[in-house]
T-cell receptor
Framework: NAGVMQNPRHLVRRRGQEARLRCSPM?????VYWYRQLPEEGLKFMVY????????ESGMPKERFSAEFPKEGPSILRIQQVVRGDSAAYFC???????????????FGEGSWLTVV | AQSVTQLDSHVSVSEGTPVLLRCNYS??????LFWYVQHPNKGLQLLLK??????LVKGINGFEAEFKKSETSFHLTKPSAHMSDAAEYFC??????????????FGQGTTLQVKP
């Protein structure tokens, strides 16, 4: 049973280019979360999606960042016109249902490291 | 609003001695609390979670944590450290409640160093 799969694991982009990070949730999971980890910091929530719906995007920067989780295929985190400050590790996580009051566990992928040069 | 504070940014112990990583939380609701471990350049692995059942929670690799509501604490312990325990540890609270979606809120992390 494969875990949460993220690709690419490492991505280098020049300033102004676009970065696309992909996340395939665990089998049977319909909830996906994206988190960002800046150097020397903890993870910060970005966005929570279900299939074809954005549930909570309160952590997404207002510009240049977007996320989707289509009916078919992986979830995509897209960063347009990248800047050096976007350099970070981006983690995807999935759960079979929302975390809810019972604290359903979410499972993390191994992350995608974006470096902007 | 929910939040979590890890009281130590770095903890250093000798192999075979006890480990204590401290975490305090703030929550308006009955919280769900987690500890995750991250090895260098790796993803996060769940060590244990508390979801209003037993206050003493046992996790993987010999770790456990005790939920103390009166102290709003959820400290992580292990009786005897192993070299392989050296990693970054995150205390996490779920923000579920009153319209919140249950996203996880992470502490700043504690780096555990284990000396031979």
């Amino acid at each position: 049973n494969a875990g949460v799969m993220q690709n690419p694991r490492h991505l280098v982009r020049r300033r102004g280019q676009e970065a696309r990070l992909r996340c395939s949730p665990m089998k049977g999971h319909s909830h996906v979360y994206w988190y960002r980890q800046l150097p020397e910091e903890g993870l910060k929530f970005m966005v929570y999606l279900q299939k074809e719906n954005i549930i909570d995007e309160s952590g997404m920067p207002k510009e240049r960042f977007s996320a989707e989780f289509p009916k078919e295929g992986p979830s995509i985190l897209r960063i347009q016109q990248v800047v050096r400050g976007d350099s970070a590790a981006y983690f995807c996580a999935s759960s079979p249902r929302g975390t809810g009051p019972s604290g359903n566990t979410i499972y993390f992928g191994e992350g995608s490291w974006l470096t902007v040069v | 609003a929910q939040s979590v504070t890890q009281l130590d940014s770095h903890v250093s112990v000798s192999e075979g001695t006890p480990v204590l990583l401290r975490c305090n939380y703030s929550s308006s609701y009955s919280p769900s609390l987690f500890w995750y471990v991250q090895h260098p350049n790796k993803g996060l692995q769940l060590l244990l979670k508390y979801t209003s059942a037993a206050t003493l929670v046992k996790g993987i690799n010999g770790f456990e944590a005790e939920f103390k509501k009166s102290e709003t604490s959820f400290h992580l312990t292990k009786p005897s450290a192993h070299m392989s325990d050296a990693a970054e540890y995150f205390c996490v609270v779920s923000d579920y409640g009153s319209g919140n979606t249950g996203k996880l809120i992470f502490g700043q992390g504690t780096t555990l160093q284990v000396k031979p």
